[in-house]
């Protein structure tokens, strides 16, 4: 029998090597991008036609090639970026595979301009099907100009395969938004159907928040908190959505190493554990984050596209990343929502004592000056200030009648004025403003914490019943009270296992006095059970916040101004003051300024 085995003409070869790198418009996008970037480009124009599919045009202003190279570039396995294999180990390129220009040549009508910028002349290369139809030299700017034109059009099935303009254009966005963002510091323009879809000029001063407005909107700005933690084997910077922002949809969630896009479950799981207690379980955050690391330490040869890497040592780089985030989201707690900005004025008239809280204004995202937590007593501090305080800037224009808004005639120094609204909410002023408390919330974000704290000790206080009271259980419920006895005893619960199915009652956790026994373990166990399986650890918070919910003072309440300055002072003190454990707001601020402007001042 003759032989039957034969080696395939390199065009079908690339053809068939294609596929794994270039699925769809998208794929020629992410290359294209990544080979400007790889030149030096700092402006970047991306052009597009139908989503890509009749047209993917990417002109940069980066290093242009030689007329050899413009040949040779789309030879597979052609790149100017590894020599060696040893190399691989130091890649700080987007490419290094070399296949990207040979596998879209395979299956395209690609024309190819270029001048290297201290040559006068250029090249032109057209290629189709992996086939040189010619080349040139040719006067033209400096930089590369590669244009894909009909995308599969030898490969009818692939084409086929391809969804909708709309679709396919989601995809190129998607690719364009991380290479944009990995890179603030270069100029990008797309233009799609001669639409111009985005704009986004180099950054300066804070570029990547810059740039997170260009793509994402204005209203970004304000929802983003700046990152930035440093040790001496990676550097974690960037900026978290702020938890009320989180959405319901997965949202904008990246992370960049080295400036390369990646995904990690890994990561994720990091970063969304920073956000505990402070979004729902169903809400999604949103993140911009960037590691540096020494390549050394990543293999990012693992995945054909290049989205997933290996840490060498993962369990670091997962700490770090929870501990920037969590902080950052810590920091920011304090300061946009009581939105203070000391003036001089002020600071003097303090005699130099410490500022309660400094000023963290969103826009400076080189100042990463960390504020100090609140307590209770610079909460105090807080609200005498806004009494104290002479009102010599005005708040509205000076021409306009000036009314200032009384701030303390009708207050003694050292009181401060609350005010109790439909038995549901506490209105307190601020020194810029006024805030608005949910006492249940505010309540249940205190016990919450309180809770955890009893429950890490092991000691809780009970307040012994006068008469032991007896709560009837089924059986299963029963179970699941023995099992977290030792956690209800810490938590303030005095139980005793009376036998049959009968748990007595000795003492309850003293803020929790008032309650009815049977109610409250009753929703206590209700809240457990959803939680089954859970770590130890995750089970001490379920066990606190479903304490918390429980026992925290309800709507309808009436307090005295005593009992609302405790509440504040309390919520102030806690670690987290802005948000239930559940991340709903436990209070709301408002600005004079707002009031000023509905009176039309
Ligand atoms: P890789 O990026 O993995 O090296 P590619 O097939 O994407 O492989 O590109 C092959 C080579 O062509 C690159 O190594 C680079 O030398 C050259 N090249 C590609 N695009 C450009 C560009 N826009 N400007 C300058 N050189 C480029
Ligand atoms: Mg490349």
Redesign the pocket.
């Given at each position: 029998m003759a032989d039957i085995i034969r080696l395939l003409p390199d065009h079908v070869a690339n053809q068939i090597a294609a596929g794994e790198v270039v699925q769809r418009p998208a794929s020629v996008v992410k290359?294209?991008l990544?080979?400007?970037v790889?030149?030096g480009?700092d402006r970047i124009v991306l052009v597009l036609k139908d989503a890509g599919r009749t047209l993917v045009q990417?002109t940069?202003n980066?290093?242009?090639?030689s007329p050899g190279?413009a040949r040779l570039?789309f030879e597979r396995h052609?790149?100017?970026?590894i020599r060696v294999a040893d190399d691989l180990n130091a890649v700080r390129?987007?490419?290094?595979?070399?296949?990207?220009?040979?596998s879209i040549a395979a299956i395209a009508q690609v024309e190819l301009k270029?001048r290297e910028h201290d040559q006068d002349l250029g090249t032109r290369v057209l290629i189709e099907g992996s086939r040189t139809r010619g080349q040139d030299p040719m006067a033209g700017p400096p930089?590369?100009t590669?244009a894909v034109r009909s995308l599969f059009y030898n490969v009818p099935a692939r084409r086929q395969f391809l969804k909708s303009d709309g679709v396919e254009l989601k995809h190129v966005l998607d690719e364009f938004h991380r290479v944009a963002l990995a890179h603030p510091d270069i100029a990008f323009q797309l233009l799609h159907n001669d639409q111009e879809e985005f704009n986004l000029p180099a950054g300066s001063g804070p570029a990547l928040r810059q740039r997170i407005v260009g793509l994402f909107g204005r209203k970004y700005d304000e929802r983003l908190v700046p990152v930035e933690e440093s040790t001496d084997f990676v550097r974690v910077t960037g900026f978290v959505g702020k938890p009320e922002f989180a959405k319901r949809s997965r949202g904008e969630q990246y992370f960049f190493v080295n400036h390369r896009f990646i995904r990690s479950n890994y990561l994720e799981h990091a970063v969304r554990k920073a956000y505990d207690e402070l979004v729902a379980r169903d809400n999604y955050p949103s993140w911009f984050l960037y590691l540096d690391i020494d390549p050394a330490q990543i293999d990012i040869n693992i995945h054909p596209t290049k989205t997933e890497i290996k840490f060498r040592d993962d369990r670091a780089v997962y700490a770090i990343v929870h501990a920037a985030v969590r902080r950052a989201l810590g920091r920011f707690n304090i300061v946009p929502s009581l939105d203070f900005e000391p003036e001089p004025a002020i600071l003097a008239g303090l005699d130099q004592s410490p500022r309660p809280i400094q000023a963290w204004r969103p826009q400076d995202l080189g100042a990463f000056t960390a504020p100090p937590r609140p307590s209770a007593e610079g909460w105090q501090q807080l609200f005498q200030m806004g009494m104290a305080t002479p009102v010599d800037e005005p708040v509205v224009p000076a021409e306009q009648p000036r009314v200032v808004p009384s701030r303390n005639h009708e207050v003694e120094p050292g009181e401060r004025p609350v005010f109790q609204l439909h038995g549901t909410y506490i209105l307190a002023q601020l020194r810029s403003g006024y805030m608005v408390v949910d006492q249940h919330r505010a309540h249940e974000r205190i016990l919450y914490e309180r809770n955890l704290k009893l429950l890490a000790q092991g000691a809780g206080i009970s307040q012994t019943e006068l008469f032991p009271r007896h709560v009837e259980l089924n059986a299963a419920d029963l179970a699941l009270v023995q099992d977290v006895l030792p956690e209800l005893r810490s938590m303030g619960f005095d139980l005793e296992l009376f036998g049959g199915r009968t748990v007595q009652v000795n003492g309850m956790p003293a803020e929790a006095a008032d309650e009815d026994p049977a109610k409250l373990l009753e929703q206590l166990l209700e809240q457990l059970k959803h939680e089954k399986g859970s770590l130890r650890n995750e089970r001490h918070h379920v066990l606190a916040r479903g304490m918390a919910t429980s026992m925290a003072i309800r709507a309808g309440r009436t307090l005295s101004p005593a009992e609302m300055h405790d509440l504040i002072d309390r919520l102030f003190a806690c670690e987290m003051p802005y948000h239930t454990p559940g991340g709903k707001p436990t209070l709301i601020t408002y600005g004079l300024d707002e009031l000023n402007e509905r009176f039309e001042r």
């Open positions: 290359e294209l990544e080979n400007s790889d030149a480009a990417v940069d980066g290093k242009g090639m190279d570039c052609a790149t100017s970026k390129t987007k490419g290094f595979r070399g296949e990207a220009l040979a270029t930089g590369t590669i």
